[in-house]
């Protein structure tokens, strides 16, 4: 009897044994988990409609913009260029141009930002008004799309590139002149990149003229940007645009801004807000106002700074800065 009970001991130990070696087999083929370096939280595209855009217009970026563009929570540059084609025949490459917005775009995609690089110049366009010929002959707008296209081609590959902004605005041009000339180079481009993201810039008098004469416009990769842009201001009284003045308060804005909304159908999804003005005394009030009827509206929102004039530099308005990061979080 002993010697039974003493082989059950044994054959027990046995199995249990067993059972520790499985264990520690199938422990070694867990894998162990890998730390990933760490990313700035940005929000992408898909192919229907963007992200809630919180966004910064600028036309260098450096160490410290980059500072403040995360510390201000902002999720997209918007990268004011100028054409990396120079505006009269030849059309040669602007090699000053062209090596700014590489070194620009390198630095954004070394801090994992998104951007879209908006080009403010190229063939046929100078941002001065002083070359317009863009909107009366067919070769220049197909040079500027060519010029498009090369900068598509260069940056398509980076994950933190967004889309590109043709930005041709002149007051003096008519609205009907603009949109067919706009919407040509457009449609150029997307016959050999029809998945990238574009920006149509409205007509320059379109906030003044409380965007009323907006086409419809069937192109589902197209992006609506309006410039609420003021010369000058007081918040609520009037606003002095382009060529004329008018009476500016939340009503008057949110009125223009639902008229706009009404642009919006199966195949432009996506309106951006640019606020281009100068910080004045009564700032936070007007931006505290776009901004919450923006985000009633669904549409994103985007502001202008510029370090080189004070009136345009966020910096150096404290109470402004907590308004974006408020509405940026």
Known sequence: ?????????????????CNMVSAEKSHTNIPSPVNTPSKIETKK?????INEIHGIYISSINNEQIELIKSLKFNTIFLASPGIRIDKKPYR????????????????????????IEFTSGPGFSIDGKNSNIFNNKLEAF????????????????????????????????????????????????????????????????????FKNIPKINNKNLIIKADIYLKS??????????????????????????????????????????????????????????????????????????TSDNTYNITKNKTIIKIIKRHNL
């Open 1 to 17: 009897m002993k010697r039974y009970y003493l082989i059950y001991i044994l054959i027990s130990l046995l199995l249990v044994s």
């Open 45 to 49: 595209t898909d192919e229907s409609k």
């Open 93 to 116: 490459t602007d090699n000053s141009a062209l090596k700014l917005l590489n070194r620009n775009v390198k630095l954004l995609n070394k801090h994992n930002i998104n951007y879209f």
């Open 143 to 210: 040079y500027f799309s060519k010029m498009v296209k090369e900068a598509i081609k260069r940056n398509i590959n980076n994950s933190n590139f967004m889309g590109i902004s043709i930005n041709i605005r002149n007051s003096d041009i008519s609205e009907t002149i603009y949109y067919e000339k706009s919407l040509k180079i457009i449609e150029e481009i997307q016959k050999d990149y029809p998945d990238v993201k574009i920006i149509l810039n409205l007509h320059p008098l379109s906030f003044e003229n409380g």
């Open 233 to 306: 201001y007081t918040y609520s009284g009037y606003g002095i645009s382009h060529k004329t003045s008018f009476t500016l308060n939340r009503n008057t804005i949110l009125t223009s801004l639902q008229r706009l909304k009404n642009v919006e159908n199966d195949y432009v999804k996506d309106i951006i807000i640019t606020f281009n003005a100068p910080f004045l005394k009564d700032s936070d009030v007007l931006i505290q106002d776009l901004f919450e009827i923006c985000r009633t509206l669904n549409f994103s929102h985007v502001i202008t700074h510029n």
